[in-house]
């Protein structure tokens, strides 16, 4: 089976939250062929169904078997007993032909514990706002139960969730279950001597992946529930399943918790849903984005992406925003900036009578001098504009900064300090 979450989610025959009654495993014997690499262990459980999600409701309560391997990482036979973390978790699990045993499948991002075929949740019971009513998909009853357990973390972690000046992702904690390929050895918990914040953080950051692979439309209800809880880390998560449901009005609410998604869990996630929607007719949600984009505090990388949707919204409202963009030290995004202003120029009606040779020649355009003489559209250049000079189009907006202003009601935005604080990166040779 293939490691990853969406199918542990999708082709699953049994998700259960159930409690480890006993679990044992046997490391298994070298090869020769690889020597330096500790062999697969085989990791035998029973565990007490306490709830089930997906699959037939009368196991609840009822013992099932269930095993799994794993390739270890290196390390002490002894941290094995370092605490008791695995005792509730999330099982996906895949029942073997005979019907009576399963397979565990593989769902915890950091190979914690016992390879990640279990995810651990500290206990506690969906209350009346999480759990699913009678007749709800599995996926409404896992989101239940996936938001109890990130919200009862969240209240006994203060402080554990951020991760301060984070650029691409939940930053670094240590993964792996740390074991030798001695004898037979009990199960007694995650391995690892790792502190309770770390520990709090690796189940939040796997329970919030889980959660980003259920289908937005079935979990809109505990999104919603999520992102009015007052930490910011469960404001995130639900803010995420608004964005993932193309949801316009979501990137309202994403400006007014902007600087304070940054150091969260999903905040990379965030920014790549933030980003994919499309922003046509909705001018509330493009000056949102435009805002954002000039913000101080950023989201990594949601800069990277708001110029090509403000250029795909076809709006002159988006010029404001873009201009200033011109002057990013990042020549990525100056690039990316230009591609979308000549975009607008090609596609706004309004603008094309300011064209001239040297905006079409910035731009690389024949179809804003076509539309000025009333010609129709170059339906030969499939793809659109692929490329612009940045230099001579910053130097034609300087010239024509008036009438831009006259036709878009507003003048370009100041770009933001962090601009000047960062060293210049120079466009790239042609």
Request: proline share 9%.
């Amino acid at each position: 089976m293939r490691n990853s979450q969406q199918d542990a989610i999708l082709k699953s025959d049994l998700i259960v939250v159930g409690d480890l009654a006993s679990a044992s495993c046997v490391a298994g014997q070298g090869t020769p062929e690889y020597p330096n690499q500790p062999p697969p262990s085989a990791c035998r459980a029973t565990i007490q169904v306490v709830r089930v999600l997906k699959g037939p409701a009368d196991l609840a309560g009822r013992p099932l078997s269930v095993q799994w391997e794993f390739r270890p990482f290196t390390g002490s036979i002894t941290d094995l007993a370092a605490t008791s973390e695995a005792h509730h978790a999330l099982w996906f699990l895949k029942a073997q032909p005979s019907g009576r045993n399963y397979d565990a499948m593989w769902a915890g991002l950091h190979q914690q514990p016992v390879g990640g075929y279990l995810v651990p949740m500290p206990e506690g019971d969906p209350g009346p706002s999480l759990a699913a009513v009678p007749g709800s998909s599995y996926q409404r009853r896992l989101a239940g139960e996936i938001a109890t357990a990130l919200q009862l973390i969240a209240q006994q972690n203060p402080g554990s969730l951020i991760w301060p000046n984070q650029q691409a992702g939940p930053g670094s904690v240590r993964s792996g279950t740390r074991f030798g390929t001695g004898d037979r050895f009990l199960l007694k918990g995650v391995a690892g001597p790792s502190s309770q914040p770390e520990r709090a953080r690796r189940q939040f950051t796997t329970l919030t992946s889980l959660f980003r692979e259920l289908e937005p439309a079935e979990i809109q209800d505990v999104s919603e529930y999520l992102l009015n809880r007052p930490e910011i880390p469960l404001k995130a998560a639900g803010l995420l399943g608004r964005l993932r449901a193309h949801d316009a009005e979501a990137l309202l609410t994403m400006e007014r918790l902007y600087s304070a998604l940054r150091d969260t869990a999903d905040s990379y996630h965030l920014a790549n849903a933030a980003t994919a929607i499309d922003l046509t007719g909705q001018p509330a949600a493009l000056q949102a984005v435009g805002r954002m984009s000039l913000a101080e505090t950023q989201v990594f990388p949601f800069e990277n992406g708001a110029p090509y949707q403000l250029g795909h919204a076809q709006s002159v409202a988006a010029l404001p925003y873009l201009v200033p963009m011109l002057l990013h030290p990042q020549s990525s995004i100056r690039s990316q900036s230009t591609l979308a202003i000549c975009a607008t120029f090609e596609s706004v009606a309004a603008l094309r009578p300011l064209a001239d040779v040297e905006l079409l020649g910035a731009c690389d355009i024949g179809t804003v001098a076509a539309n000025r003489i009333g010609r129709h559209l170059d339906q030969s250049r499939e793809g659109g504009i692929r490329r612009a000079d940045v230099a001579v189009l910053r130097s034609w907006l300087n010239k024509h900064a008036e009438a831009l202003q006259r036709i878009t009601g507003s003048a370009a935005l100041p770009p933001p300090q962090r601009y000047r604080d960062t060293p210049y990166e120079p466009d790239p040779l042609p």
